[in-house]
């Protein structure tokens, strides 16, 4: 489906290097504030007490985030379970403060806000799994960046596996980067927003350098950067109203799903919009940077003639 249509290619590749070069600082400063600020772990990755609280009505999630914050607490994790009375709480590890004394003093606060509430349960996560969660986590962005290296090298060429990790590594170094320079709470549901960012990021990607397979096809004569250009505009329609309209869902997310989901949405909203600038501007230019041309992806001999009946230049053999 196409609400509009370019006629005229733009030329995207003129200014690769220009916006390049922009990635490149935007990159060096997110590492910069990863290895200067360092990122803010919530209580899943370093520790601390979790409390299951309940209710005799519904619960007001907000005011309980406000009581428990006014204990000096940033980013408290208040959440549903099960049932609209029954809170889950995070605390992060405080220094010389016991599970125990952090889950009284918690409870003390909410009491003075509402009586009715009863401690089910208050538990001490240790570092050990914290360690773990890091470790694993880590194991699984590995495991998708190695996947998808072989799945591109494989259905495309390897110039382009190349150039799609290094747009997609760009896209989470950022993320983690804004996370870092504003502390904002990395939560699991962030990182499962980074993992989903990696996979949104490539399959835009594969769209656009399948577009460029089927141009090397089509128009013979065209240069490789004539034929990426090409490849890049005639897939703008199609980029617009899929991303477009999954920004929408995820900025209600954003906006109206609480706490809870915030930060979630917020990695999601800043992946979206770095992963459509990588794949057109990053990745299709480092692989034209790489030397990517027509001998790559297309088979010379014993096919038939694939032509573009507008085009002049049309008339390659697969």
């Not at 004539?226 to 109203?241: H, L, P, V």
Request: charged share 15%.
């Amino acid at each position: 489906m196409e609400f509009f249509k370019i006629r005229r290619d733009i030329p995207f590749m003129e200014n690769a290097l220009i916006f390049n070069v922009v990635s490149l600082i935007t990159f060096l400063a997110a590492v910069f504030f990863l290895v200067t600020r360092g990122l803010h772990l919530s209580v899943e990755f370093t520790g601390g007490t979790v409390m299951q609280v309940t209710y005799s009505q519904p619960a007001d999630v907000e005011a309980v985030r406000r009581a428990v914050s006014g204990l000096g607490y940033h980013d408290v994790q208040v959440q549903n379970i099960g049932t609209a009375r029954d809170l889950l709480i995070r605390l992060p590890a405080q220094k010389g403060v016991s599970s125990a004394q952090q889950s009284d003093a918690a409870l003390a606060a909410l009491k003075a806000v509402d009586a009715s509430v009863v401690l089910k349960s208050a538990q001490f996560v240790g570092p050990q799994v914290g360690e773990e969660l890091v470790s694993n986590g880590l194991k699984a962005l590995a495991s998708v960046v190695i996947g998808i290296m072989i799945y591109l090298a494989v259905r495309f060429e390897w110039k382009f596996a190349v150039a799609a990790i290094i747009a997609n590594l760009h896209d989470v170094v950022i993320i983690l980067g804004f996370f870092a320079f504003f502390q904002w709470e990395f939560s699991l549901a962030v990182l499962a927003a980074v993992l989903a960012v990696l996979g949104y990021s490539v399959n835009e990607s594969v769209v656009i350098f399948d577009r460029i397979r089927e141009n090397f096809r089509k128009y013979r004569k065209l240069t490789t950067v004539q034929t990426i250009d090409n490849a890049i505009t005639s897939t703008i329609s199609r980029t617009i109203i899929t991303h477009g309209c999954t920004q929408i869902m995820v900025l209600s997310m954003l906006l109206f799903g609480g706490a809870t989901l915030h930060y979630f949405a917020l990695a999601l909203t800043i992946g979206i919009c770095f992963g459509i600038y990588s794949s057109v501007f990053v990745a299709a230019a480092i692989a034209m940077w790489l030397g990517i041309k027509r001998e790559d992806l297309v088979k010379h001999g014993g096919g038939k003639r694939e032509t573009d009946p507008n085009d002049p230049n049309a008339g390659a053999t697969v």
